[in-house]
Nanobody, 117 residues
Framework: QVQLVESGGDLVQPGGSLRLSCVGN????????MGWHRRFPGKQRELVAH???????NYADSVRGRFTISRDNAKNTLYLQMDNLKPEDTANYSC???????????WGQGTQVTVSS
């Protein structure tokens, strides 16, 4: 199973931007679906965005228009571009990859994003 490691989290001001990266230690092309979850300080979890092999992406209403998910299979990397960040975006962001037919899934350890003035 490919291991995933996130990076890019930081403390930013409202309205700022960050780009999160999720790097696999092997090819991520076998993951037909990859995406990002976030865990809020209150421990609630939300599916932020996910993307399919062909590039079709879906977003939570809370981030649509502000976040962009993408994947670069050649670099074994999944990205989340976050623009116009809001305090309510403060959370620990984790990436995941899923294999088809319930073959398994991989999760990163998470990276912290804090939006505060």
């Amino acid at each position: 199973q490919v291991q995933l490691v996130e990076s890019g989290g930081d403390l930013v001001q409202p309205g700022g931007s960050l780009r999160l990266s999720c790097v696999g230690n092997g090819s991520i092309s076998s993951f037909n679906v990859m995406g990002w979850h976030r865990r809020f300080p209150g421990k609630q979890r939300e599916l932020v965005a996910h993307i399919y092999t062909g590039g079709m992406a879906n977003y939570a209403d809370s981030v649509r228009g502000r976040f962009t998910i993408s994947r670069d299979n050649a670099k074994n990397t999944l990205y989340l571009q976050m623009d116009n960040l809001k305090p309510e975006d403060t959370a620990n962001y984790s990436c995941f990859g899923r294999l088809p037919f319930n073959r398994g899934d991989s999760w990163g350890q998470g990276t912290q994003v804090t939006v505060s003035s």
